[in-house]
């Protein structure tokens, strides 16, 4: 917050970018066309947008030598729910142990429950898109109502009962991708500068995503100050610093992933926590 008050970031909930155009030249700038017909420019930005960032295709455009990869890993994911419990009170809303995450570690797979505030957990189950990745289970073999209920009595039976909408969410919810992003450099001069997801996204499997976006927030506070508000200091120094330490993090997290899903090491891990 502190740092979005200082450098005048601006918020856009309500208006989606459908284009980001990095200006060249003497007045190098964003420029940003919203659906409404809006345009705007601004003298720097820095920009939060998201694993598949726009103003990040825009920089791979514009920026000569601008490094990028995107690594897609076998496995996807699929959001479930579990519901508060209506009955209970206090404690029994949640018909988990709400001060723990719930693991089902299944080899190539897993299944994982996050307790809400109101009683629900919001369920994921992560696996390979493709057989070919995972013979006992892949989102490719689960076509039908009898497949997907097939699955679950064979990998997650105790879990049926706490997914009273599996058939309908399992139908009306897509399978989406995981991937590390990598990039360099964060910035274009001092007119943009990559931030977040954009900049850095990881596979989900260590929880530091959000970490690293907040991390790039107090780095940036810090750089202001020192730098006295001059953004082509600060985006470089920014981009400098922070590559380090978002790539430690992406490769941890894709190493996380595999002992996760191992059904040994995920009990260590549960104990560890
Ligand atoms: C399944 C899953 C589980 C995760 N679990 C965890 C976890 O437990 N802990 C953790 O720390 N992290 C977790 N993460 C990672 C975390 O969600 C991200 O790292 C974090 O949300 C990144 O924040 P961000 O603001 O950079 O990007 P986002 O949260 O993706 O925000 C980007 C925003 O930009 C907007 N946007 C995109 N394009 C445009 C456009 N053209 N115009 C206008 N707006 C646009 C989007 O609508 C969105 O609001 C998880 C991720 C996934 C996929």
New binding site residues.
Partial sequence: MNVSETIGTTT??S????K?VLGCGEHDRLSASFLTGLRCSHRWSCV???????VRASLQRKQPRFNFSQQFIPAG?K?LSIPANPLGTGKDRWRLDPNALHLWPRGQFMMIA?PNHDGSFSC?LFMPFSREHSPTGSFDMLKTEVDVLSFFKDQFSDAIPLLPTLLKDWFARPV?P?CTVRCSPFNYGGAALL????AH??V?FY???????FEDCVLLDELWKEHDGSTDAIFRAFSAQRKPHVDAIGELAVEHYHVSCNPITAIFLAVHK
Avoid at 15 to 18: E, K, P, Q, S, Y
Avoid at 48 to 54: C, Q, T
Avoid at 195 to 198: L, T
């Fill in positions: 856009q909930t208006r989606r970018t459908v980001a939060p947008d998201g694993v598949f960032s726009r994911y959001e996050q994921t989406s995981l931030i977040g997801d954009a996204a990881i989900p929880g530091q995503g959000c970490n690293a976006a």
